[in-house]
């Protein structure tokens, strides 16, 4: 009690405020750091230079060990220097792939929507079709397409599917692979009649003077339109289904010869063949 009121009277003369037990703690906090303060501060050097070591140990180790939830898993850096050297390898890869894809190609007959392959395609006929199944029945559908450069190569395929634009696809495709020239006279017509016949289906065809232009219905136009003839006459004897028609004509296509080829197999020469044929018309 004494000290205190030495104290109270101490600080009235010197015109003090009166502190308090909790303040005289706080300023002999501040005089003297604890021992705690300085075991903190080592304990603070010491992570900050291990985290140090890790971020180093990052950038020169080509592997780093990592560990989250209890699990430890090894994750591999990028590689950051093998870009310019893999650059050359991805080059040379993507070569090798292009190559064989103009492989496949070339076997295929030719790739879809190339540069230069300027394909006619036509669709001649469509059906649905039904495949019956334990729980009942499964519905498709079949196209017919011919398929032709308008240069004097053609060629038919068909397709089937469960949806019509794949059927046509797959029909042209086909198509594609069974692609034929046939030889035309001044590219606007075939060099002489033909007769052909594909099950019940028959077809006559006869080549035609400048300016007749295509005289033939129904699927057999379609395939002269994809030929590139500009003057023929075709008449269907037969059946009226489409792919006997089609096939029809194609068979009485793959039948026509030039004056070359007949001259090769008899070993004559071509104008031979031609004066026999205009002898030929005039007895006529």
């Known amino acids: 009690m004494d000290e205190k009121v030495k104290d109270t009277k101490d600080s009235v003369v010197?015109?003090?405020?009166?502190?308090?037990?909790?303040?005289?703690?706080?300023?002999?906090?501040v005089k003297k750091p604890s021992q705690?303060?300085?075991?903190?501060?080592?304990?603070?050097d010491f992570s900050s230079q291990s985290k140090r070591n890790i971020a180093s140990k990052k950038k020169t180790d080509p592997i780093v060990e990592k560990v989250s939830g209890g699990k430890r898993f090894i994750q591999k850096p990028p590689k950051k220097e093998g870009v310019q050297a893999g650059g050359t390898a991805n080059a040379s890869n993507k070569s090798t792939r292009s190559d064989r894809r103009s492989g496949d190609e070339r076997r295929r007959g030719g790739a879809r929507g190339k540069e230069g392959d300027e394909l006619f395609e036509k669709l001649v006929f469509i059906n649905?079709?039904?495949?019956?199944?334990?729980?009942?029945?499964r519905f498709g559908f079949a196209a017919l397409?011919?398929?032709?450069?308008?240069?004097?190569?053609v060629s038919i395929g068909s397709g089937k599917a469960k949806e019509v634009p794949e059927a046509i696809r797959k029909a042209g495709e086909r198509a594609k692979k069974t692609m034929f020239r046939v030889p035309l006279r001044e590219g606007r017509t075939l060099h002489h009649d033909i007769k052909a016949d594909y099950g019940s289906g028959k077809v006559v065809?006869?080549?035609?003077?400048?300016?007749?232009?295509?005289?033939?219905?129904?699927p057999i136009r379609a395939v002269f339109e994809a030929l590139g003839v500009q003057d023929i006459v075709a008449k269907s004897l037969g059946t009226s289904n489409p792919y006997n028609m089609v096939k029809a004509a194609i068979s009485a296509l793959r039948n026509a010869q030039s004056p070359k080829i007949v001259a090769m197999k008899?070993?004559?020469e071509i104008g031979d063949i031609v004066n026999r044929r205009g002898e030929a018309k005039a007895k006529a």
């Open 14 to 29: 010197k015109n003090e405020p009166v502190k308090t037990d909790q303040e005289k703690v706080k300023e002999d906090s």
């Open 36 to 44: 705690h303060s300085a075991g903190d501060q080592q304990k603070r």
């Open 128 to 137: 649905r079709v039904a495949k019956v199944v334990k729980g009942g029945r």
């Open 145 to 153: 397409v011919v398929v032709g450069d308008r240069k004097g190569k």
């Open 205 to 218: 065809i006869r080549s035609a003077p400048p300016g007749t232009g295509i005289i033939a219905g129904g």
């Open 266 to 268: 008899r070993g004559k």
